[in-house]
């Protein structure tokens, strides 16, 4: 065994997911010079500095710091519904599958299932979906987007494809929520500015610790008054953190440093997309639009991935026969040359 050998072998290229980043040396900088105090009581300045600053960019009132997406979404429903409503999403959506059912055990909600193009709702979908009013129906009481999809392999929403949306949620007295995981994987790929969000949404959870590149943390923007429920509601969650502004500080210097760079993993990922496109064992792939690509395997893609991992390309497969790539910041353009390289021999 040469040295060539071992020096490829030893190559890892994790394209499971964004949320297997680790904090680079100036974002842990960041960390440890944070001001921090007990967040319960109000006092950590920069987690308090992090909640403006979003709330500023995407043009809402306030924000609220929380330790996972699901916590900031489930929160989000529960502040927008009673008991015995309804709230209606496409099937993909991430409130729905993978956050272990906590619509129903969190707000005693019913979900109503759309069928989206690649997740991607249109106010004409929504629109004969909302009940009537009738003791028979649970009461509509919400409607929940995502941008990007995860499931859809990071499609997105333009505004001017939310706005309708948000105009038929105005009309028939729904609320409307943005599971924002990947908001700016959007931005960066429609060119749409953050600050126009703010007035078609009620809520709009932000995820820090996925391509932004923090190790823990999202954000829930909101009114004023929201968040002031929200609050409780985090509380009684368990997700009252005390000096966490530690964590913020990492998502204060994400958003300074990690957002333009998002379009390099766009970039890798429809380099990707390209190359597989090309290979005589995989039968289709659904163009990237951001940093997410999904492909399909003509074999079963569970022996696909064992191949992959013995060449150090880590992925996961969403279906039989689809594996999912995703992009991020710990992938450099030399794994992306070795990705494409070792997917060339992999017969
Ligand atoms: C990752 C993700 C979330 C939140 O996940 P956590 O792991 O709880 O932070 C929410 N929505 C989407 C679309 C996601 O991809």
């Known amino acids: 065994m040469g040295d060539r050998h071992q020096v490829i072998t030893t190559m890892i290229v994790d394209l499971r997911s964004d949320t297997v980043t680790k904090p680079t040396p100036a974002m842990l900088e960041a960390m440890m010079n944070a001001k921090v105090g007990d967040d319960v009581f109000g006092e950590d300045e920069t987690i308090n500095a992090l909640e403006t600053k979003l709330a500023a960019m995407f043009n809402m009132e306030a924000g609220l710091f929380c330790p996972s997406g699901t916590m ?21 959506a ?8 906590g619509i129903a055990f969190n707000s005693g909600v019913s979900t109503r299932l759309l069928y989206g193009d690649r997740g991607i709702l249109t106010a004409e979908m929504i629109e004969p979906e909302i009940n009537a009013e009738n003791i ?41 929520h943005l599971d924002g995981a990947r908001i700016f994987n959007a931005l960066v790929h429609t060119g749409d500015k ?8 009620d809520g709009i959870s932000v995820c820090l610790s996925k391509g932004l590149g923090a190790p823990v943390g999202s954000v829930l923007l909101a009114s004023k008054e929201t ?17 966490a502004g530690f964590l913020a ?4 210097y994400a958003l300074d440093h990690h957002v333009e760079r998002l379009k390099i993993d766009h970039a890798h990922a429809a380099l990707l997309g390209a190359e597989l496109a090309k290979l005589p064992w995989i039968s289709n792939v659904i163009p990237a ?10 074999e079963p893609a569970e022996p ?36 494409v390289s070792s997917l060339k021999s992999l017969v």
Do not use: W
């Open 72 to 92: 900031t979404n489930q929160i989000a429903i529960k502040c927008f519904t009673q008991p015995l409503d309804e709230l209606i999403a496409d099937q993909t």
């Open 194 to 201: 953050a600050a126009d969000y703010g007035q078609y949404f």
């Open 136 to 176: 028979h129906f649970p009461h509509t009481s919400l409607v929940v987007l995502e941008n990007t999809v995860n499931k859809g392999g990071g499609s997105c929403y333009t505004l001017s494809q939310i706005a309708p949306i948000a105009q038929l949620c105005k009309e028939r007295g729904l609320k409307l």
């Open 94 to 101: 991430h409130v729905y599958r993978y956050e272990g059912g």
């Open 289 to 298: 639009d951001t940093n997410i690509l999904l492909f399909d395997t003509v």
């Open 249 to 252: 500080a990492a998502g204060i």
């Open 227 to 243: 968040i002031k429920y929200a609050r409780r509601i985090r509380k009684v969650m368990g997700g009252g953190m005390r000096q």
């Open 304 to 339: 696909v991935l064992k191949k992959l991992a013995e060449k150090g390309i880590k992925a996961n497969a969403t279906d039989k026969h689809r594996i999912r790539f995703v992009l991020h910041l710990d992938v450099h353009p030399e794994q992306v040359e070795y990705a």
